[in-house]
């Protein structure tokens, strides 16, 4: 059996992003994966569905008939109306004047089309969008409709606290691109050990997305090429306990950057009572807190990986 802290900290942890790199599936490809991780043994740990805006209607046509609904009109339902509206995160570019208003529009018909039965029920709950500055932050969230939650991307290779200061008070959170297909793409443990604490300090949501396959940090292959380089990469385990310690007992930046360049699994302690790191620990009930306020979730290409490597160090149990 799985520990409580543990299922605590992995609940709805992963939002599927097959249809970007490394995996880079066609829509028809990461919809079934998608519903068959929603039917699996670990539907626990799946969050939403990723794509762009600008993809929505596209994913209406290859996902419809998987969507839970009242009437079947494919085999896929068999089952009526059984399972939970598919939530889907959509990724919106503005335009070089920086309006979203094309990105919203899409989601709207989206939200229209399956908010009955007929077609299939899924909602577009959040978005995603890159601001370059913090001078562009109000004008996003001034064109942003109720019931849609953002998450901001921007770089963090800078100092990153100002912008997240910028996010502070408003409905809104930050995002954290935590790796790629090339080895630069990775911030270092100090870059994101100070965006989490700048996110905790501003009390200011977070999801990450990129690179966090696995895990444990440690070196792995950038892509699924046979011939593909390897770079040291963040592990999401790492990522998400030091996410929980900043949050709970707002650890040091030098503790939180020995928990992120962690790779020995045995300093990782899971209990029903307890998670952390070494002698820092989380309980669980302020885990759930955590995780429902502060460290939202991970985007990943795969959903399997994941899985895989937590199976294989025995923390999904035996």
Not at 5 to 29: H, N, Q, V, W
Not at 210 to 219: C, E, F, I, T
Not at 234 to 246: D, E, K
Request: hydrophobic share 40%.
């Amino acid at each position: 059996m799985i520990a409580n802290s543990l299922r605590t900290l992995l609940s709805e942890l992963i939002d599927y992003a097959g249809l970007f790199p490394p995996a880079k599936l066609s829509m028809d490809a990461s919809c079934e994966h998608y519903n068959r991780a929603r039917m699996g043994e670990h539907e626990w740990m799946l969050g939403r569905f990723v794509c762009p805006a600008a993809r929505l209607g596209e994913l209406s046509k290859a996902a419809g008939p998987m969507m839970p609904g009242t009437f079947a009109t494919s085999g896929y339902r068999e089952m009526d109306g059984a399972g939970e509206p598919w939530r889907i995160s959509a990724l919106i570019e503005p335009d070089v004047a920086g309006n979203i208003e094309a990105g919203l529009e899409q989601i709207g018909a989206f939200n229209d089309r399956h908010s009955t039965d007929s077609s299939g029920l899924a909602e577009v709950d959040m978005v995603e969008i890159k601001v370059a500055s913090p001078d562009q932050i109000d004008d996003v969230l001034d064109q942003m409709p109720e019931g849609l939650f953002p998450f901001l991307e921007f770089p963090i290779t800078t100092d990153c606290r100002g912008v997240i200061a910028a996010l502070s008070g408003s409905m809104c959170g930050a995002k954290i691109r935590t790796g790629g297909i090339v080895g630069n793409a990775f911030p270092t443990p100090a870059e994101v050990s100070a965006f989490l604490r700048a996110c905790h300090h501003a009390d200011v949501p977070f999801k990450a997305t990129a690179g966090l396959h696995h895990p444990l940090r440690g070196n792995y292959r950038l892509t699924y090429e046979k011939e593909s380089a390897s770079c040291t990469m963040h592990g999401f385990l790492n990522l998400f306990v030091a996410a929980a310690l900043v949050r709970t007992h707002n650890v040091s930046d030098d503790i939180v950057q020995q928990i992120l360049t962690e790779s020995n699994p045995a300093a990782f302690k899971a209990s029903e009572q307890v998670l952390g790191w070494k002698n820092h620990l989380c309980e669980t009930g302020a885990l759930a807190n955590v995780r429902e306020r502060f460290a939202m979730s991970f985007g990943s290409c795969s959903f399997e990986e994941p899985i895989d490597d937590l199976a294989k160090l025995r923390w999904l149990g035996s």
